[in-house]
Structures are given as structure tokens and as C-alpha cells.
């Protein structure tokens, strides 16, 4: 059954010249687990925001959009709250209430259920999201996966046919984000739930949907089964395939050519095992490890809470930060990494231990994970200017980071991958000689996440150290020299990139995943072309 | 926590609070509302609250007021010395004291009252009657402690990326600051509009009027408790009124009630919370040891 029809939609925001959403045509049926996806500022969430009629932004629409029959603008008022349900980008922004229950019931008492229905269903979904942990806190207590599930379960009580999410998983840990996404995968097979999911980790999406959009400047170029997108994207070489697609593309190309492309981490190990002999063999490039350098910057045994009767967030930890190489911070949601960075950058006092610092080098950019904390004039380009750098530098970066039309624009007005980058800017130009980074590479894709990598290597060569907390296991792998485990607010693994990656279950890329049977030790898409580069 | 007083059905801890505060007001006498000063502060230590920055501030404010008092009234018999030719007298000091006592002690049941109605008893309080009104109080409250947070970042983060020296005019002091709550404002309006957002899709307004989730009926246990409490508050309040006990500080100096019976019914009646939490935990003792 026709669920939304969508006929020569175009959209245009009022601040912008060109139109956000140009012609689209969309068809989404009953029961589709559809996943969206596209370069950032490709219209993503505003094509989300189309469908959910409270929370359309303003600006000039042209064509139709039908919700089972109906023109989007004339359903009645409840069936519009009730059967579309919305999950926001930023967890926080969207609870209303001050406690966990009243928020699971927000909805229903809106739409006048009776109490002892309300607490029906609150028992009922509690037990299918494992929530009864938490259903007593206050929301000031819960992590950002916890908040996420809690934003979703209070959707979900109103029992919407369709499900819309914009990037729900962006602010989450490798763990809670594969389980977030298990449990949509079990609202759609289980309940028949319609789920519309725009995303920029897409890789352990291909596999659980249905349909793929692919969305390029505001229309929809490609809209086919997940394997076939897999297929022809991987054709034509782009950044935008899945780690799977992408190893048995590969495969395909060099090894074996009746590979199919194959979306899971399965398929692809039993593809592996078919051409085991005709793999070549492979190294990582040994490290020229200097062990010799000075650290800039040594943390000893730091103790640090926020409250007198609070537990302590950072316990005993330690952490050297060697000059000129980047290190990366992994770990859950609430393990201490930010009131790590917090700590070093001086905004937190520990209550005991040392931050000793290398003589004379004591200077520190801080880039916080919400990027409208950093900025403080009216006009991006008075925030880079502000810097006092050479010219020639802002210009460079500002056409790397694809800044040049923002200039003007307030950076409330940008987009969220535009503040990141903007943020990004500023703090590379600022030269400091440790530069902190807040979950970087959230909110950007593919290319620009590669972008940046090389933007901080560059500030590495220059004599500039990096320690960046991410929860973004592929960009860790592909960019850091040293990754540190927060577990518990202390470090339990402090290594060697290639070293640390190898053997986890979830802090590890897919294409480790994939290949560790045969190379223990390849964790990059790069270092999977580099196996046919040297022959 | 969750015995004893904070069992209690809301409009029961409700009513007393709201008495508690009455009776604070009303009962000028220096015994009667140190008795009750100490039980108020004993609940305080049961609940843990009050313990912080405010106790510092809560004793600051009472010992303004009772120096206050003496400087600017000189009434009374009794000339302790003169300050700038203006005597200062025993009596303005006594009734200063009262005063004092008397505002510590309501500044308290206020901090125990933010202890024990949270919000979600608010609401079970007063949705029902004003749905709306008590939904933006309710988010008022959240707001503020929000706002709190959000400031005490950007400040951390604006810090860092402008560092400044030590030496600083008033007047940049004064620059910076409003240069912080300029962002500050605008963040939490761009999070309140996405707020907003999440409310619409959610279905607010679609009904003028909400239904609640809480309901919570009134036990035997609340039931004598009420009783309890309106005995001894009227017991107070009547005896206070009735035999017409007012204290004349400058006229006779500060002497014991006339009715003794008074400080037993005060006390009981400050000594509620206190008891119900001993009561309890006889019972809980009782009850494992028997088993």
C-alpha cells in the first residue's frame, strides 16, 4: 500500500538561491525500510522534514505530497502526530520533560490516553528496549545512547505507522549504535513499522533495509535495492559504498570475477575463503617508530568529579601525548573522554594528579562536540578572520572545507556539517600546539571526513599534535598513530593503532572485521588496495 | 530515597510544607521557632539537602537580619551601648533575632520543599486543573538548571579560545559577560525552537486539554497523616490566636508563653517529617528481625 507519494517536489529554503529539494518523484510503500543517504547538504533532512507535516521549515513548496491518499496539509491533526512518528539529529534538544516516565508519556497525554492505557504500554515497550534500568532517572542522568533509545520509545508509544530518523545514531558509540539500529530493523520485520533513515554511517545499514535512495543536490539519483545501489556505485568508484561493497568489489575486480557484491560481513568472509590462495600476502607498513621523542604533554593519575558526593568520572588515569602524532580517544558513551579533553584544555579542575606539559609548549586549541559553543562573532567570516592568520591560509582552507558560500551567513544559520567545518577551520589556522577535537568527523561524509584527515596530517608535519576523541572507528583507523580505551574513566589500551584494532569485537572497522582471518592486522580501505598496488 | 515523608501522597507533603511555611511566619517567638528551626534542620540532614553553598548563604541572610534590626530600631528599655549616638537596645536585638530565625527557617522548608515535590509531583499537583500552565512552569524549572549547564560550558570553551590575563579592566569583565549571555541566549533559542519541534510532533495542542499519567490514591497511611497534621496545626495556630500570645518585645522583653501547651503542639507538629522516617524505620527493624 502507498504510503507517501511524493510528485515534482521542490523545495527552497528563503535564505538560499538555489532550491534545496529540485523534482523529486518518491514513491514509499507500507512496510519499506528505506535508507537515505548522499553527501552532506545534499537534502537529506529536508527531504525528512517534507513528510512530517509539524515540522516543515518554511520556504517556497512546489508540487504534491500525499499521506495514503490524502494531500500532507488536510489530514486530521491526531492522525498526523499519531501515525508519523520523528527522531531528531540531537538528542537533548528533543525531551520536553525532566524525568524518564513523563517523557515516555508526553505524547499520550497530548493525545488524551487514559492513564492506566498509558502505563500499559509504557510497561510493554520498556521491556522490548531493556529500559526498566533507567525508567526512575532523571534525564540529566542518562548517556546519549540511553537518550536516543528514549527519544525513539517515546515515538514509538504512539504507534505510528511510519518512522522517520534523521541521522539518530550520529551522537552514539559503535555499541549503542549497532543496537540502535538492530532494534528499528526489529519494529520493521516484527510490527511491519515503514522506516525512513537518513544516515552518514551507512555501513551497517545496507544490510538491514530495504530500498536505497541516494540523493545527489537535491534529487533522488539512484533509488534501488541496496544491492544493486552497492553494485552500480561501486562501478562508477565513488566514496559512498558500504565497507562491504567495497572489499567484494575489490574482490571482484582483482581476484575473483563472478565475486557478487555482498552487503554483510559474512558473505564476504565466505568470499575471502574461496580465494584464500589466490590472495598475496601483506604487511602494514612498519611504523618507523622513534620511541625517543619527548611527549608534549603527560597526564599522570588524574582524579577528577563534578560533584563532592558525585563518583568520580576520571579515575587514576594516565596518557602520554607524543609530539606531532595524533591519538585518538575511543570508548561508551559517558566513559570520561570529553571530561578527558575538558580536563587537558584547563576548563575542568582534576581533584588530583598532573597534566605536565613540555616546556615552553603550553598552547591549546579546544573544538567542543557542539560546535555553537566555540563560535562567537556574527558572520563565519569574521570568525575565521578573527584568528589573525595570513590570508592566503584562510583562503586555502576555506576552498579545502568547501566554506566559500557560507561566508556570509551566521554560523547558527549553517548547516550541522557546515559549523563542524567552520569550527574545523578556526581551529587549524589557530596553530596551537596541541589541537583537541571533539567527535571531529560527525556530521560529515565520506569525502570531507577524508579531507580532514589529511588537513591533520599536514598540521602534524608542521610540528602540531592531535588528540581527538570520535566515536567513528573507521576515520580512527584510517588517521591515528596511537588509540587510547576509556573505559570506566580510566585507559585500558593504549597502542599502537594497528595494534589496538586488531581483536576487538566492536571497536574495529568492517573491513577488519571482514579480513582478520587472513591479514590480522588491515583495518583500511587504503591498505586493501595497497594489496594489489605493490604487485 | 524513597521512605517515609516522600511516600506520602503529594497533596498530603503539599498541604504540610505550605503550613510549615504558615506557621514560620506566624509564630513570632524567639523558643517556639528555634524549635522549630531545629526540627526543619534535622530534615534537611535526613534528606540531604541544604548542605552545600546555601547553608553558607542561608546563615549569611539570618545574621544580616539580625544585626540589621538593632541599627535601625531603637525601641525598648534595655540600652546595650549607643552606636553613632543612636542606642542600640537588647530588645531590637531579641526581635531581630526572631525575625532572623523565622527567615532561616522558611529559606529551609524551601530547599526541603525542592527536595521532596519534584517535578513530576508538581505535575501530578497541579496538571489536572491548569494542564497548560503547569506544563510550562514544569519546563520553566528544567530550563533553568539547563541554562545553568549550558553556560558554565561556553564559558569553559570561550576561555580557552580567548584566553585573557589576570589583569583585566572592569569594563572588559564587564564585555566579556555580555558577550557570553548574547551567545548563551541565542543557543538556547535555536534549542528551544527544535524543542518546539519535538513537542508539535509529538501532538501538543492538537487537544486544549492534556490528561496525566500519574494518579496516586490517598492511603490509610496519608489519611492519618493528615490528621495528624491539621491537629497539631490547629492546636498551634489556636492556642497562638486564641489566648492571644503575642509577644510585646519592647514593651516587657521576650517571657515564656503562657500556654506551655503550645511548644508541644509546635513540636509535634515541626517534628512530622522526623517521625514518619523514625516510624519507618522501627518498622523495617521490626520486621527483619521477627523473620
Known amino acids: ?535 | 530515597m524513597q521512605t517515609g515523608f516522600q511516600n506520602l501522597n503529594p497533596a498530603v507533603s503539599f498541604v504540610y510544607l505550605l503550613l510549615a511555611v504558615i506557621l514560620s511566619m506566624v509564630l513570632l517567638d524567639p523558643l517556639l521557632l528555634m524549635l522549630g528551626l531545629v526540627f526543619v534542620f534535622g530534615w534537611c540532614l535526613l534528606e540531604k539537602c541544604a548542605l552545600d553553598g546555601s547553608l553558607l548563604w542561608i546563615t549569611g541572610t539570618g545574621l544580616f537580619v539580625l544585626l540589621l534590626n538593632p541599627l535601625l530600631n531603637h525601641r525598648g528599655r534595655t540600652v546595650l551601648f549607643y552606636f553613632f549616638e543612636n542606642p542600640v537596645t537588647l530588645e531590637s536585638f531579641l526581635y531581630g533575632f526572631t525575625a532572623a530565625v523565622s527567615i532561616m527557617t522558611v529559606f529551609l522548608i524551601f530547599m526541603v520543599y525542592n527536595r521532596i515535590i519534584t517535578p513530576d509531583k508538581f505535575m501530578f499537583l497541579f496538571s489536572k486543573r491548569l494542564p497548560r500552565t503547569s506544563l510550562l512552569i514544569m519546563m520553566c524549572l528544567r530550563f533553568i538548571p539547563a541554562l545553568q549547564q549550558q553556560y558554565r560550558e561556553l564559558s569553559g570553551v570561550q576561555r580557552v579560545k580567548h584566553p585573557v590575563g589576570r589583569k583585566r579592566r572592569r569594563r572588559e569583565t564587564l564585555q566579556e559577560a555580555f558577550r557570553l549571555l548574547t551567545l548563551l541566549f541565542s543557543g538556547a533559542i535555536c534549542g528551544a525552537i527544535e524543542t518546539a519541534q519535538s513537542m508539535r510532533a509529538r501532538g501538543y495542542g492538537v487537544y486544549a486539554r492534556r490528561t496525566g499519567w500519574r494518579e496516586q490514591r490517598l492511603t490509610a497511611a496519608d489519611l492519618l497523616a493528615s490528621v495528624y497534621i491539621l491537629c497539631t496545626f490547629l492546636g498551634t495556630i489556636g492556642l497562638w490566636y486564641g489566648f492571644d500570645l503575642k509577644q510585646d518585645f519592647f514593651q516587657t522583653g521576650w517571657q515564656p508563653l503562657g500556654q506551655p501547651a503550645i511548644y508541644i503542639a509546635a513540636g509535634f507538629f515541626y517534628a512530622f517529617p522526623i517521625l514518619t522516617e523514625g516510624v519507618e524505620r522501627l518498622k523495617w527493624s521490626f520486621s527483619n528481625w521477627n523473620s
Open chain 1, 1 to 535: 500500500m502507498e504510503l507517501f507519494k511524493l510528485e515534482q517536489l521542490t523545495f527552497q529554503y528563503p535564505v538560499n538561491d538555489m532550491p534545496s529539494l529540485k523534482d523529486i518523484d518518491l514513491t514509499i510503500h507500507e512496510g519499506e525500510f528505506v535508507l537515505l543517504c548522499g553527501s552532506s547538504g545534499c537534502g537529506k533532512t529536508t527531504l525528512l522534514k517534507q513528510m512530517k507535516r509539524e515540522i516543515t521549515p518554511a520556504g517556497s513548496l512546489r508540487g504534491t505530497i500525499t499521506y495514503r491518499g490524502i494531500p500532507l496539509p488536510e489530514i486530521a491533526k491526531e492522525a498526523s502526530a499519531r501515525e508519523i512518528g520523528f527522531v531528531f539529529q540531537n538528542p537533548d534538544n528533543q525531551i520536553v520533560m525532566g524525568d524518564v516516565y513523563s517523557e515516555l508519556a508526553f505524547g499520550m497525554e497530548n493525545l488524551r490516553f487514559s492513564s492506566a492505557e498509558m502505563k500499559r504500554k509504557i510497561a510493554e515497550l520498556c521491556s522490548f528496549f531493556g529500559m526498566e534500568g533507567f525508567l526512575d532517572k532523571e534525564i540529566l542522568q542518562l548517556s546519549g545512547g540511553q537518550k536516543q533509545v528514549l527519544n525513539l520509545a517515546s515515538v514509538l508509544l504512539l504507534q505510528p505507522r511510519v518512522l522517520l530518523l534523521d541521522e539518530p545514531t550520529s551522537q552514539l558509540d559503535p555499541v549503542a549504535a549497532k543496537e540502535f539500529l538492530l532494534f528499528l530493523k526489529r519494529l520493521n520485520e516484527e510490527f511491519g513499522m515503514t522506516v525512513l533513515l537518513s544516515e552518514h554511517r551507512f555501513d551497517d545499514v545496507y544490510p538491514l533495509c530495504s530500498r536505497v535512495l541516494f540523493l545527489q543536490n537535491g534529487s533522488v539519483r539512484i533509488d534501488a535495492e541496496p544491492k544493486q545501489v552497492a553494485r552500480q556505485l561501486s562501478a562508477e568508484k565513488t566514496d559512498f559504498i558500504p565497507a562491504q561493497a567495497f572489499l567484494s568489489q575489490r574482490l571482484r575486480e582483482h581476484v575473483d570475477s563472478e565475486a557478487e557484491i555482498c552487503l554483510t560481513v559474512r558473505e564476504n568472509q565466505r568470499l575471502l575463503e574461496r580465494n584464500l590462495d589466490r590472495l598475496p600476502p601483506w604487511e602494514p607498513s612498519v611504523q618507523n617508530a622513534e620511541k625517543t621523542r619527548e611527549p608534549l604533554l603527560a597526564v599522570k593519575r588524574l582524579f577528577l568529579k563534578y560533584t563532592l558526593e558525585g563518583a568520580y568520572v576520571l579515575k587514576d588515569l594516565s596518557l602520554t601525548l607524543e609530539q606531532g602524532k595524533c591519538t585518538c580517544l575511543l570508548g561508551a558513551n559517558g566513559s570520561g573522554k570529553s571530561t578527558l579533553l575538558k580536563a587537558i584544555a584547563g576548563i575542568l579542575k582534576p581533584q588530583a594528579g598532573k597534566i605536565k606539559w613540555m616546556r615552553g609548549q603550553r598552547s591549546v586549541t579546544y573544538l567542543p562536540q557542539n560546535p555553537l559553543l566555540f563560535f562567537s562573532f556574527e558572520h563565519a567570516e569574521e570568525e575565521l578572520r578573527s584568528v589573525g592568520a595570513e590570508e592566503e591560509k584562510i583562503e586555502r582552507l576555506v576552498s579545502r572545507l568547501e566554506l566559500t558560500h557560507c561566508m556570509q551567513k551566521h554560523p547558527h544559520d549553517l548547516s550541522g556539517g557546515e559549523q563542524q567545518r567552520l569550527m574545523i577551520a578556526c581551529g587549524l589556522l589557530r596553530e596551537a600546539s596541541l589541537l583537541l577535537m571533539d567527535e571531529p568527523a560527525k556530521g560529515l561524509d565520506q569525502r570531507m571526513k577524508a579531507r580532514l584527515g589529511s588537513l591533520l596530517q599536514e598540521y602534524q608535519q608542521n610540528g602540531g599534535t592531535v588528540l581527538l576523541v570520535t566515536h567513528d572507528v573507521d576515520f580512527a583507523a584510517s588517521y591515528a598513530d596511537n588509540c587510547c580505551l576509556l573505559f570506566n574513566g580510566s585507559t585500558v589500551s593504549e597502542k599502537g593503532t594497528a595494534d589496538f584494532f586488531a581483536g576487538n569485537y566492536f571497536y574495529t572497522t568492517n573491513i577488519n572485521r571482514m579480513v582478520r582471518r587472513r591479514y590480522p592486522a588491515m583495518l583500511t580501505r587504503k591498505e586493501v588496495d595497497s594489496l594489489w598496488q605493490k604487485n
